[in-house]
């Protein structure tokens, strides 16, 4: 049996188990989800709590045990509108008259009937495992304007053991949930009510942790001939007209009026290179040229799909483009997947592939996008590397190689992103002289290795459960004087600890040492650093792992050698 077709049945199960539960709730829509499945109820004068779900899934028990048939009634438009005003299901009748076709189809359980195109599974007998599992609200058809519906979640499998492990893993996931480690771990805020939805605030912690790998992706950039560049945040509108961006990408743009002139916070690098590529005239010998900016942008995204650090509003992409001739492309291409591949290798994410296809609302010519879509075929082809095709989730202006970084429980997350784009030289009249002394179209590619560095950060949250290795953890050693007289020593320790630099803080407080070591184990610090008279008196310190417990006494110089093999290696 077909998850799919499992967890459709069921959210009509849980649909029916609703309404004779709460008699007054609207059906919205409830279609399976890629782990599961939800429906969006509207219930006037109640708010479901947790509690509420283990009444709803008793309920959906016993509608599975009377092992009812779905049972499909074709009728007309005309009477399906009829047959649901009169049971005064406003957005089930809504939802009927956008229907291009003449006839629909209805599905009945019991006393309950649904809108559906099904198919179904034969009856709810065979409904399966099922559970539960949040609430949530949800704006009628996603927008803001309409009213909020409450939507329920839920999973479903056919056999139990299969549900188990979900949930499992499901718990798993909420341990190492980004937004509840954020706050545990004092890495970032956003701060909703004071400065708006979707941008995010670093505190010291997390923004030491973005620095570190913001340094190491400009080291990595310099070693392979990238050229920093620097572009403002807002440009006049005539900007995002010649790149399409104004026609093709309004709905996620801000815009603002200036000196009476229209302006636009970027929500694209990409034009701004250009104009740096523009502002003098290059030679085939220059080519490709390399341009890399961690540039922060801008897009509108609906409160309803804002989540954590992953769907922001303001996000900073380590962005690069380059300009190169068509003989260069393919090599071109080749060594960015290189460095995508090393990158995430270095952070410990293995990584799915997938071609990105033409969507249907696109700019530029056939053969353009067939040589774009060729290019990267060959490339990937070429490294022998194994890859899906997503069709039509290119952007308007080129196919694109996705890359998924899969994490420490195998979830996918978005990651680097390869572009080919022989758009936008056009729309921007690019050249080069090429070695005959005409003038040429450059290529361009666009690509990221990391992503925004807001959702890889989440996904890197996520995938350490905060436990970052020792390179990028933004507190590497913490020193854990037993009494106040030991301070003193601790600090000279801080002191030496610095100048090698390690990051290393104190734990100045006057509280028993093991309440402090377990503050620094929740705090989830890889080094502890206790120091009392013993350790004071022999120069030493006595050392704790995150993971490895008590390791033992060392002499600074010691511990700082063993340290810097392990920041070294990456390990």
Known sequence: MELELLRHSTSHILAAAVQQLYPSAKLGIGPAIEEGFYYDFDIPGTTLTPEDLVKIEE??????????????????????????????????????????????????????????RGPHIDSTGKAGAFKLLTIAGAYWRGVETNPMLQRIYGTAFEKEEDLKTHILKLEEALKRDHRKLGRELDLFNIYHEEAGAGLVYYHPRGARLRLLIEDFLRKEHLKRGYEFVITPHIARINLWNTSGHSGYYRENMYFLEIDKQEYVLKPMNCPGHILIYNSKLHSYRDLPVRFFELGTVYRYERSGVLHGLLRVRGFTQDDAHIFTTPEKLQDEIIAVIDFAFEMLKTFGFDYEVYLSTRPENSVGSDENWAHATD?????????????????????????????????ALGRPWQGPTIQVDFNLPERFDLHYIAEDGSKKRPVMIHRVVLGSMERFLGALIENYGGAFPLWIAPTQ??????????????????????????????????????????EAQVQKIPYMLIVGDKEEAAGKVAVRSRHGGDIGESGLEEFLDKLRKEIDTKA
């Open 59 to 116: 309920k959906m028990r016993e509608i599975v045990k009377k092992d009812e048939k779905f049972i499909k009634v074709p009728m007309s438009k005309e009477d399906a509108v009829k047959l649901f005003t009169e049971k005064g299901e406003k957005y089930k009748v809504e939802l009927i008259k956008e229907i291009p076709d003449a006839n629909v189809t209805v599905y009945r359980t019991g006393d309950f009937i649904d809108l559906c």
């Open 477 to 518: 050693v913490i020193i854990l004087p037993i009494a106040d007289r030991h301070l003193g020593y601790a600090e000279k320790l801080k002191q030496k600890l610095l100048d090698s630099e390690i990051r290393v803080e104190v734990d100045p407080r006057r509280e028993k040492i093991n309440l402090k070591i377990r």
């Open 375 to 407: 290019a990267l075929i060959n490339a990937l082809q070429k490294k022998g590397i194994k890859y899906a095709t997503d069709p039509g989730a290119g952007v308007f202006y080129g196919p694109k190689i996705d890359v998924k970084m899969k994490d």
